[in-house]
């Protein structure tokens, strides 16, 4: 099993441009989620699915969208991007919301 | 609002030395805890998590971590530190109200540990 996959692992993109980060768990899980790491203040949550069809807005949504493509894909997209969503993305999946949860690898983003 | 913190955002030690990581979380009502450790360039892992039954809770590479409902804390030791402990080390929760999860990981700002030779 890859668990939890991510691409691309890195992305340098300029101010306004869009770009779609894609996640997939081949370990059966209902939930997945966004989250965003910047040094100092921990993990925040963009966007998760709880299930697939049902998106939900996390802590830090603005300037995001997702898709749960089906129960194995949930995507990040940045229609515009701004220097202040440079970062690091991971995507996580859980078998619900309350068990823990699996991360993958991480995608660093940089916006010029 | 649930709301997890972590004292210190370094804390170095040295190998052999005890390890002591302190999170305290604000919740009315007993949450589910967890830590996690993240390895330089990696995503995270599970270390250990309390969700009911025994408060102390053994978790992987020799960390455990006890819950104290009076003292609203879930502090993470290890009793000899290796020099591959060395990482930043997360706590997060996932609350209940009224018997009803938030369904969401919060977490705390994360303590980089430093382990000396």
């Known amino acids: 099993n890859a668990g939890v996959t991510q691409t691309p692992k890195f992305q340098v993109l300029k101010t306004g441009q869009s770009m779609t980060l894609q996640c997939a768990q081949d370990m059966n899980h209902n939930s997945m989620y966004w989250y965003r790491q910047d040094p100092g203040m921990g993990l925040r949550l963009i966007y998760y699915s709880a299930s697939e069809g049902t998106t939900d807005k996390g802590e830090v949504p603005n300037g995001y969208n997702v898709s749960r493509l089906n129960k194995r894909e949930f995507s990040l997209r940045l229609e515009s991007a701004a220097p202040s969503q440079t970062s690091v993305y991971f995507c996580?999946?859980?078998?619900?919301?309350?068990?823990?949860?699996?991360f993958g690898p991480g995608t660093r983003l940089t916006v010029l | 609002a649930q709301s997890v913190t972590q004292l210190g955002s370094h804390v170095s030690v040295s190998e052999g030395a005890l390890v002591l990581l302190r999170c305290n979380y604000s919740s009315s009502v007993p949450p589910y805890l967890f830590w996690y450790v993240q390895y330089p360039n990696q995503g995270l892992q599970l270390l250990l998590k309390?969700?009911?039954?025994?408060?102390l809770v053994k978790g992987i590479n020799g960390f455990e971590a006890e819950f104290k409902k009076s003292e609203t804390s879930f502090h993470l030791t290890k009793p000899s530190a290796h020099m591959s402990d060395a990482a930043e080390y997360f706590c997060a929760v996932i609350s209940f109200r009224g018997g009803t999860s938030y369904g969401k990981l919060t977490f705390g700002q994360g303590t980089i540990l430093t382990v000396h030779p």
């Open positions: 309390y969700t009911t039954g025994a408060t």
């Open positions: 996580a999946s859980s078998v619900r919301l309350v068990d823990e949860q699996f």
